[in-house]
């Protein structure tokens, strides 16, 4: 009983996770806990039943095999487990050193960066999409004349493929020129669609991965680098994952002055674009149209001028005035006087157009207003009431994790920027934040997760002590998952933390089987020594140690030699699942022996100075 709830307990945390991913994976603890509880039922009812019935279940071969497969486990525990025990119990404290090193070792490949961290796993997809953003205003044929080139660099790349490997890289190409569709589906993303001449979109459904050599990240990558250097363009994006979890960095700057905050925000894209681990550095400035701005000069306010008086006279030239209304049957219509088309098609007029001043009398514009050519926004981003403008990219070096990349970003390039520009202010955005934000809140559901543990355990063995030597398992567990990681070339993200923490139930449950049964050695035996009740101990519950670790490793053994894009959401839960399990029980049932031991000479020692005292 206590092994289920330690576990439901474990996995009770993954049910209150929030952001995106959070709720994706809701389901999984959900059903687990469920069959978990449904197995109680099975335990104290259900299998009573079986286990009353005094035939045996085996016969003939099966009895033979049973017979076999039992004679050859006790050798290999009494000659091999039970020897090796009391080797680890004799150098007890060595060996324990030598665990916490390799569990030091485990965390000191993620601080050093050798296993990335990336938040949402990177799955290719069998799909490359392109977006082309040119200039706010670019007309439909300049757009599709850059398209047609990219479709082009494309077309390269693919025959050099043919010729190389004699099969196709792709089924087909689809393009949208005037209308770019929203993100793939994921959190950050976004499903809206815009309309516009300047927007480009390039999709092309590649041959399945199983029948192509390179990956559809290796395409992508080698695709950019054969487009041309296209003029002006504002955007241009490659997309290969088969969800977008949003940008790897995505990094907020705000200032007071927006002149500031312009200039601050170009310089540090132009930074991060001089960076080879980036790629896909965008900003969200979007110029939009050309618009002239009228100021009036000291000649013009001397007049009685006012810039409400400029720009309604501007509007009615150009615009038009409602002077009157006739009726022509049914219908009303409105007579607008304004400049002819030839006079307000062009610019020049603009500069040549004579203003009526509050005296009746008209002067040329240019003597009254100065005239300033300029570009204005045609986005405007604004958190919590401040203007803000957003940088994103993607990390292209497998080495680097988003966190370095960052971490890079503020020593080097925004450093001197905020020497600079003091009012200047830098957070981390999208992706970043909700790894900031579900990391911490995952966090605090664990340690709550913990302490119901910790009672749980108090409860059963009636010792504050003794919980946190099996507590000390965990930590065995984790680093068997990053081992576990290490060994599959797999990175950490936020599924595989999933896994960590659903493991620590299932490790714990072990290592309950162990000192609970120790506990009542010492109850019924207190003359035995506790190096040869640790090692009884052991014998009696190697076996259930090792089906528990055997049915859960080879049951998560398939997903993990699964190749569906579908499974490969899940993998790195399992991964840190099996890793961890087959890691940490093929060292507690020598972990906990030498603790047990360790634990009770403390206890004696202790004993011994409150005597004298």
Not at 59 to 72: I, N
Not at 357 to 385: C, F, H, M, N, Q
Not at 417 to 445: R, S, V
Request: proline share 4%; hydrophobic share 45%; aromatic share 8%.
């Amino acid at each position: 009983t206590i092994g289920v709830l330690t576990t439901i307990a474990a996995f009770s945390p993954l049910i209150f996770s929030t952001g995106v991913l959070g709720q994706i994976l809701k389901p999984i603890p959900i059903i687990v806990i469920c069959v978990l509880l449904l197995s109680l039922i099975e335990a104290f009812f259900i299998l009573p039943a079986h286990l009353s019935d005094s035939k045996r279940w085996s016969m003939g071969l099966l009895s033979w095999l049973r017979k076999k497969v039992t004679a050859g486990l006790n050798w290999f525990v009494d000659n091999i487990i039970l020897k090796l025990a009391a080797v680890v119990i004799a150098a007890r404290y060595l060996f324990v050193l030598i665990v916490f090193t390799v569990i030091g070792i485990a965390f000191y490949q993620i601080g050093s960066g050798n296993i990335k961290f990336i938040f949402f796993p990177q799955i290719e997809s069998d799909e490359i999409r392109v977006n082309l953003e040119m200039p706010v205003g670019t007309n439909f044929t300049t757009t599709k004349y850059y398209t047609d080139q990219i479709i082009g660099s494309f077309n390269g790349l693919a025959e050099e493929y043919k010729n190389k490997n004699g099969s196709d890289l792709h089924k087909n190409i689809s393009v949208s020129i005037g209308l770019s569709f929203g993100d793939r589906g994921g959190p950050n993303s976004s499903s809206s669609s815009s309309i516009s001449t300047h927007l480009a979109e390039i999709t092309v459904e590649l041959v399945n991965a199983n029948f192509r050599a390179v990956g559809a990240r290796e395409i992508s990558r080698n695709w950019r680098e054969k487009v041309p250097e296209i003029p002006q363009v504002k955007n241009l994006t490659f997309e290969s994952s088969l969800v977008s979890g949003g940008a790897d960095i995505n990094i907020e700057l705000s200032h007071r002055d927006s002149d500031i905050l312009e200039q601050a925000s170009e310089q540090l894209k132009l930074d991060m674009q001089s960076m080879d681990i980036l790629t896909e550095v965008v900003d969200s400035l979007e110029p939009g149209k050309k618009e002239y701005i009228y100021e009036l000069s000291d000649a013009g306010l001397a007049a009685g001028l006012t810039p409400f008086d400029i720009g309604l006279q501007l509007r009615d030239l150009f615009r038009g005035r409602s002077v009157d209304r006739i009726q022509r049957g049914s219908d009303e219509i409105e007579i607008f006087v304004r400049y002819p088309e030839n006079l307000r098609e062009n610019l020049s007029t603009l500069e040549q157009i004579r203003l009526r001043l509050p005296s009746g009398e008209r002067a040329p514009i240019g003597a009254l207003a100065t005239i300033e050519e300029s570009y204005s926004p045609s986005v405007i981003k604004r958190v919590d009431g401040r203007k803000i403008v957003s940088i994103t990219a993607d990390v292209a070096n497998a080495n680097i994790s988003p966190d370095q990349a960052i971490a890079e970003i503020k020593d080097k390039y925004y450093a001197p920027l905020k020497d600079k520009y003091p009012l200047l202010n830098f957070e981390l955005a999208g992706q970043n934040k909700d790894q900031q934000k579900d990391l911490a809140t995952l966090g605090k559901n664990m340690l709550v997760a913990l302490m119901i543990i910790f009672v749980l355990l108090t409860s059963q063995l009636r010792s504050y002590a003794k919980p946190f030597i099996i507590m000390l398992t965990i930590p065995l567990g984790i680093a068997g998952a990053i081992y576990g990681h290490i060994i599959l070339g797999e990175n950490l993200s936020f599924i595989s933390l999933f896994g960590m923490v659903a493991l620590t139930g299932v490790v714990i449950n072990d290592s309950v089987v162990l000192v609970d049964y120790y506990n009542k050695m010492r109850e019924d035996n207190p003359d035995i020594s506790v190096s040869d009740t640790a090692l009884i101990a052991l014998k009696r519950r190697f076996r259930p140690i090792l089906l528990t670790t055997l049915t859960t490793s080879l049951g998560l053994f398939p997903m993990l030699l699964e190749t569906s894009l579908q499974a490969q959401f899940i993998i790195p839960m399992a991964i840190s699942l099996a890793g961890g399990i087959i890691f940490a029980s093929s060292i507690l049932i020598f972990f906990i022996p030498a603790l047990l031991v360790i634990f009770n000479e403390i206890n004696g020692l202790v004993h011994k100075i409150t005597r004298k005292t």
